[in-house]
C-alpha cells in the first residue's frame, strides 16, 4: 500500500522558516518525481514545487521561487520544503504528491497524494 505522510507544518510569523517532510512507503521512490502542492481556504489546490527523481531537476511557482527549496533523500525516501521568508499568503494546506511522470508534468496532474500539513503565517 502507498503512503505518503506530511510532516512539520505548524503556525509561523511573517518572515519566519518552516520545513515540511513527507515519507514515502509502499513504492521504489526512485521511480517518482516529487511534488509539493497547497490549497488555500476558498481557492484551488495549486503547484508550489516538483523534484525529478535524482534531484537534477527543479520546478517552483513564481511566487516562492528564491524563498522556497525542493530537496530529497532517496535513502530516506523523503522529499522535503524548507520554506523561508514566509507570507501570510503562503497560509494553507500543503500536500505531497508523487508520480511517475517527470518533474514537469507532476505540476499538471498526479495520482498519489498524501493527507496534508496545515501551514499557518501570521502577520
Known amino acids: 500500500q502507498v503512503r505518503l505522510v506530511e510532516s512539520g507544518g505548524g503556525l509561523v510569523q511573517a518572515g519566519g522558516s518552516l520545513s515540511l517532510s513527507c515519507a514515502a512507503s509502499g513504492l521504489t521512490f526512485v521511480n517518482y518525481a516529487m511534488a509539493w502542492f497547497r490549497q488555500a481556504p476558498g481557492k484551488e489546490r495549486e503547484f508550489v514545487a516538483s523534484?525529478?527523481?535524482?534531484?537534477?531537476?527543479?520546478y517552483y511557482v513564481n511566487s516562492v521561487k528564491g524563498r522556497f527549496t525542493i530537496a530529497r533523500d532517496n535513502a530516506k525516501k523523503t522529499v522535503y520544503l524548507r520554506m523561508n521568508s514566509l507570507k501570510p499568503e503562503d497560509t494553507a494546506v500543503y500536500y505531497c504528491?508523487?508520480?511517475?511522470?517527470?518533474?514537469?508534468?507532476?505540476?499538471?496532474?498526479?495520482?498519489?497524494w498524501g493527507q496534508g500539513t496545515q501551514v499557518t503565517v501570521s502577520s
Open positions: 523534484i525529478s527523481w535524482n534531484g537534477g531537476a527543479t
Open positions: 504528491t508523487a508520480s511517475t511522470q517527470s518533474a514537469y508534468a507532476i505540476q499538471k496532474s498526479s495520482s498519489l
